[in-house]
């Protein structure tokens, strides 16, 4: 009996795996990386509230365009990107830690992670975001999105400090 309950459970989660390989590209090399922040003059705990709820990234990222709205998957917000693109993307549940991690789905069936923190710097806090190189990217691509997101966390920085 239990030969079979170790089977089936071994088919189910190779069901599972190739599903999800089926509808998302991922990759399986080390991605080049770099790490970008902001210094907000904010304390951490405030800031980490803020990027915590979901909703507020339409307010200071414009990669999150429009319509950000919260699908019936928990945790999973459908958006209008700043392309006219549909996307989704999934955030982190509210953590001790202030990860505010997400995945966004762009509707091309590739899933880019995204990693961000909150880290306390004396009374403010800097906000970390690393962005990974995709491996479709070009070096203008690659300049044009570390643009994007310099813009998006001095757009995060001003909206926070005028709170």
Same mark, same amino acid.
Do not use: C
């Given at each position: 009996?239990? +030969?079979?309950?170790?089977?089936?459970? =071994?088919?189910?989660?190779?069901?599972?795996?190739? &599903? *999800?390989?089926?509808? !998302?590209?991922?990759? *399986?090399?080390?991605?080049?990386?770099? &790490?970008?922040?902001?210094?907000?003059?904010?304390?951490? %705990? %405030? !800031?980490?509230?803020?990027? @915590?709820?979901?909703?507020?990234?339409?307010?200071?990222? $414009?990669?999150?365009?429009?319509?950000? $709205?919260?699908? /019936?998957?928990? =945790?999973?917000?459908?958006? *209008?990107?700043?392309?006219? *693109?549909?996307?989704?993307?999934?955030? @982190?549940?509210?953590?001790?830690?202030?990860?505010?991690?997400?995945?966004?789905?762009? =509707?091309? =069936?590739?899933?880019?992670? !995204?990693?961000?923190?909150?880290?306390?710097?004396? $009374?403010?806090?800097? !906000?970390?975001?690393?962005?990974?190189?995709?491996?479709?990217? &070009? /070096?203008?691509?690659?300049?044009?999105? +570390?643009?994007?997101?310099?813009?998006?966390?001095?757009?995060? +920085?001003?909206?926070?400090?005028?709170?």
């Amino acid at each position: 009996m239990k +030969k079979r309950w170790h089977m089936a459970l =071994g088919l189910l989660l190779l069901l599972v795996i190739q &599903t *999800k390989a089926q509808t !998302v590209k991922s990759t *399986k090399m080390a991605l080049p990386a770099q &790490t970008l922040s902001i210094t907000v003059l904010r304390p951490a %705990d %405030d !800031v980490y509230a803020f990027l @915590s709820a979901p909703a507020n990234f339409a307010i200071w990222a $414009e990669g999150f365009g429009s319509q950000l $709205e919260l699908t /019936d998957t928990p =945790g999973t917000w459908r958006f *209008k990107m700043a392309n006219g *693109k549909n996307a989704t993307a999934t955030f @982190s549940s509210p953590n001790p830690f202030r990860i505010v991690d997400h995945y966004v789905y762009p =509707g091309n =069936g590739q899933e880019v992670f !995204v990693p961000m923190r909150v880290v306390a710097n004396g $009374e403010a806090s800097e !906000v970390l975001f690393t962005l990974f190189r995709q491996p479709e990217m &070009t /070096d203008e691509m690659l300049a044009t999105d +570390k643009a994007a997101v310099l813009k998006d966390l001095a757009n995060l +920085k001003k909206v926070l400090e005028q709170r």
